[in-house]
């Protein structure tokens, strides 16, 4: 376990060397080490995850695999020996690695452990066929590649907001391309009336309960949510609505680009950086806590206010997403930033289910990049799945308040 966190390490070293900033060009330059960037990255994420199974399927004493092996310490031998080897490879290599380089040591290293499979016991290997599904094989998914391909060929794909790091992609462009894909299975997984209305309800039913958790009424926020659902409703918005949007650098009308990234990751990032006035006040021992905290509505209240005065549609899409913000910023804030451990315990696990939702959605091992309906499939189970989170943490705890 120790050689394969040593390895992990070095992985990520070398990964580092690749990996693009948030801003500027990418640190890949050839189409090679592109490949190799993307399945170094793939490699870190597996290793992660093979570092937590190894605990269960190592370290268990009870297991009878190592019962017939003669003792966990003999089990392991080969599991070491090889991670020390190829980590030594990595780190003994040039930072830049060519393509030959990559195919050879893997072949290097098979020789290697078959000569070593001879002088040690080794588990039943069918004990291993659970670690498949963390290599996906990534050529036989016709929908990325045609993204890829897309891309690659000089075909547009616009983006408001590199996510690369916090969806866990091995590069900018892999990114971009699941980007591609996941606007394709969005647009098709709204075309079905059903999947509209169960999103439009479970929003509602969401922030419902937020406000009531924060003991707020819930009645302003429902009354501007039915005007934001009925202008949604109207096709005809719809071109004033991408005009307004296009203005704010949102580049598809999609659920992701305007709900996930622009609405509420840009919501999450504001709160990482709130305004020194804000936090002047919030931290000041001196004032109650409902002081603070009318504060503090009042500085977003006026936030809004003036957002208003500057926007060229008084009826349009960015008001009515203002009036429903008016309504659950201010505990958020509050909730993000203020004393109330309970409050701030649901507000960050919303902020980490709705990441880890991204996180997912962007993964080849929670979602099928093989065709548009399958990847469509995945994310609407994968947020059906997080909305059941979500709603089971906020009826625990508002029954926790009410005892």
Known sequence: ?????TAINYWDDALAAYTSVSVGPLAVTTGDEAQFCEDLQRLVDQAY???EQCELLFLDQVNTSCNTCGGPGEYLVLDLWWTSALCCSVRTAPIVCTVSFTLQLPLQ???LCLLKMRQVKVADLREFEEFAEFFPDVENLPLYQAAKA?????????YRTLRTEMVRCSSDIEFICKLHCIRLALTAMFREKANWHW????GRQILTDILIYGDKDPKDLLIAYEDMLSFLQNEDNWPQMEQELSLKGVKAMTLYDILLDYIIMDAFDDLDMPPSSVTAVVQNRWLSNGFKETALTTAVWSLFKAKRRMLRFADGFISHFYAISE???PMMAWGFLGPDEGLKDICHFFRDQVTGLLVDMFSFQKCRYSTVQELSQDILQLMKNRADGIGHKLKTNLCDVVQ
């Not at 376990?1 to 966190?5: D, I, K, Q, V």
């Not at 897309?150 to 075909?155: K, P, Q």
């Not at 999103?199 to 479970?202: E, G, K, N, P, Y």
């Open 1 to 5: 376990m120790e050689a394969l966190e």
């Open 49 to 51: 995850e093979l570092q």
């Open 109 to 111: 290293l098979n020789r």
């Open 150 to 158: 897309h891309f690659e060929s000089g075909g547009a794909i616009p």
């Open 199 to 202: 999103l439009a309800d479970t």
């Open 327 to 329: 309504q659950i910023s």
